[in-house]
C-alpha cells in the first residue's frame, strides 16, 4: 500500500476527476465571495490545493493565490499546468497544521473535503488555527466536507470508474467501510494502469476520511474565532445540509 496521494496516484488524479465540475465549483467559491462582500479580484489561500484545480481557475479570473499542500507529487503536477495564471498563483509545499506565511488573505479555502483528512481533534484544531491567523476580521474560510447525517442514512458503496489518460487505461476500484465510533470512513482503493505497450502497473492507496455534523463544525470553528454563517449542499451551493447531502459547503468568517 503505499502513501495517500503518492506520486502513482498524483500522476493518475487528474484523469481519475476529470468530470468532476471544477468550473462550476470555482464559479460557487465566487458567488460566496461577493455574497458576502468580496467582489473584485481577492487575496486567497488554498490550503490542501492538491493539484491546483481550484487554485489555477481562481488564478486565471484575476485572484491572487497561494496554493499549500503536503504532497510534492500533487504540487508537480500542479506546477506544470500553471502557464497563463503564472504570476497570480504560487504552490508551496507544507503540512496545513503548522504552515505560517505571516501574511493576511481575504478568504482561505479548504476545498475537496480537506478538512476531512483532519482525523484527530488536535489535528482539526492546528488546522484550523492555521486558518484563522492567515485572516483579518472578516475574512472567509470556504470549505466542503463530508455531511456525517448523510453518510449515515445512505452508506457509502463500492464504485469502480474506468478512465483514459493519452495510450493509457486507469481503473479505480473503491471499498468504502464506516468507523461510526470515530466518525472516520476508510476507502481504499485499488487502481491499474495499463499502458499501450502492454505494461500494467498495480497499487493500492487508502484515505481515511472523517465526517463532520453540522453543530460540530459550529461549535469547533466558534472555538477558533470562526462564525459559520452558512452549511449548504455541495456543489450546488443552494438546497439545505440535510441527510440527503452527503456533501455539505460552510462559509465562516472571521471574528
Not at 484550523?128 to 470556504?142: E, N, S, W
Not at 445540509?241 to 472571521?254: K, M, P, T
Request: with cysteine.
Amino acid at each position: 500500500m503505499t502513501q495517500a496521494f503518492g506520486r502513482n496516484y498524483a500522476d493518475a488524479y487528474d484523469a481519475i476527476y476529470r468530470s468532476k465540475d471544477y468550473p462550476g465549483e470555482v464559479a460557487l467559491i465566487e458567488r460566496i465571495l461577493v455574497g458576502h462582500g468580496f467582489a473584485g479580484p481577492c487575496r486567497l489561500l488554498d490550503l490542501g490545493c492538491g493539484t491546483g484545480n481550484h487554485a489555477l481557475p481562481l488564478a486565471q479570473r484575476g485572484h491572487s493565490v497561494v496554493g499549500v499542500d503536503r504532497s510534492p507529487a500533487m504540487l508537480a503536477q500542479a506546477g506544470m499546468k500553471m502557464d497563463a495564471a503564472r504570476d497570480r498563483v504560487e504552490f508551496r509545499c507544507g503540512d496545513i497544521r503548522n504552515f505560517d506565511l505571516a501574511e493576511r488573505f481575504d478568504a482561505v479555502l479548504m476545498m475537496f473535503t480537506v478538512l476531512g483528512y483532519q482525523h484527530q481533534d488536535d489535528d482539526l484544531t492546528a488546522a484550523l488555527a492555521t486558518v484563522r491567523r492567515h485572516l483579518d476580521p472578516g475574512g472567509l474560510f470556504i470549505f466542503d466536507v463530508w455531511n456525517g447525517p448523510a453518510v449515515l442514512a445512505e452508506r457509502p458503496t463500492d464504485r469502480e470508474i474506468a478512465v483514459v489518460e493519452g495510450a493509457a487505461n486507469i481503473r479505480r476500484k473503491t471499498r468504502a467501510d464506516l468507523d461510526i465510533a470515530r466518525n472516520l470512513c476508510r476507502v481504499t482503493f485499488d487502481l491499474e494502469r495499463s499502458e499501450a505497450d502492454g505494461r500494467i502497473e498495480r497499487w493500492q492507496e487508502e484515505h481515511l476520511v472523517r465526517y463532520y455534523f453540522p453543530e460540530e463544525l459550529k461549535l469547533v470553528l466558534a472555538r477558533h474565532g470562526l462564525d459559520l454563517l452558512t452549511l449548504r449542499r455541495f456543489p450546488d451551493g443552494e438546497a439545505p445540509a440535510d441527510e440527503r447531502a452527503w456533501n455539505v459547503i460552510g462559509v465562516g468568517r472571521a471574528r
